[in-house]
């Protein structure tokens, strides 16, 4: 059981938008601390996708955002292509746990 | 390039040790603290443990935590975690992160990853 929950798997048709969902608690997302998103391409060492709540590394399209409300945060895929089919983790640090933490995965379908 | 290349994994039984190391390159190594990340197979991503840039904090997971040592040499430009009374539950790919962010080392997020490398901790 992820401190950070997240839906097991999301999918979407070419084109199409979706978002994952990162639920915490007042120990992590909702104690301001900062969530960051990774996707991981099968077979593949994890890529960072955003940081620090909404900010995208150079390279990484701009179809790709996330946010940040209370104790919960979110990545929005749009215009989705078959190459974002991977798994997406969202990360934080956790203040009870002491420790940094990430989301149990979501699968991301490409229809 | 920046690169950071993990080895040492293998196979070993179960009360055994194993030195897992990350050699980076294309960066100023001293300038960043470093993350241990392992995952197990076909499951999500678990983080093992970090240290600063000048190893002056070192940070566990609790299901690590007497077991593992993590440390670096800034000259050599090389990152190591020493796993000792190895369990079957830490079979896994471990990935060595490199730290960034600004905002102090909780608030760190992983923007370099090496490729992982493999233990499997089996009799």
């Known amino acids: 059981q992820s401190v950070l929950t997240q839906p097991p798997s999301v999918s979407g048709a070419p084109g199409q938008r979706v978002t994952i969902s990162c639920t915490g608690s007042?120990?992590?997302?909702?104690?301001?601390?900062?969530v960051h998103w990774y996707q991981q391409l099968p077979g593949t060492a994890p890529k960072l996708l955003t940081y620090?709540?909404?900010n995208r590394p150079s390279g990484v399209p701009d179809r790709f955002s996330a946010s940040k409300s209370g104790s919960s945060a979110s990545l929005a895929i749009t215009g989705l292509q078959a190459e974002d089919e991977a798994d997406y983790y969202c990360?934080?640090?956790?203040?009870?746990?002491?420790?940094?933490?990430f989301g149990g995965g979501t699968k991301l379908t490409v229809l | 390039e920046v690169r950071l290349v993990e080895s040492g994994g293998g196979l070993v039984k179960p009360g055994g040790s194993l030195r897992l190391s990350c050699g980076a390159s294309?960066?100023?190594?001293?300038?960043?603290?470093m993350v241990w990340v392992r995952q197990t197979p076909g499951k999500g991503l678990e983080w093992v443990s970090s240290?600063?840039?000048?190893?002056?904090?070192?940070y566990y997971a609790d299901s690590v935590k007497g077991r593992f040592t993590i440390s670096r040499d800034n000259a050599k430009n090389s990152l190591s975690l020493q796993m000792n009374s190895l369990r079957a539950e830490d079979t896994a790919v471990y990935f060595c992160?490199?730290?960034?962010?600004?905002?102090?080392?909780?608030?760190?997020?992983?923007?370099?990853w090496g490729k992982g490398t493999t233990v499997t901790v089996s009799s």
């Open positions: 294309g960066f100023t190594f001293s300038d960043h603290g």
């Open positions: 620090a709540n909404s």
């Open positions: 990360q934080s640090y956790d203040s009870s746990l002491n420790t940094w933490v």
């Open positions: 007042s120990s992590n997302i909702g104690a301001d601390f900062h």
């Open positions: 240290i600063t840039s000048r190893s002056n904090s070192k």
């Open positions: 992160a490199r730290a960034a962010g600004s905002d102090g080392f909780y608030y760190i997020y992983m923007d370099v």
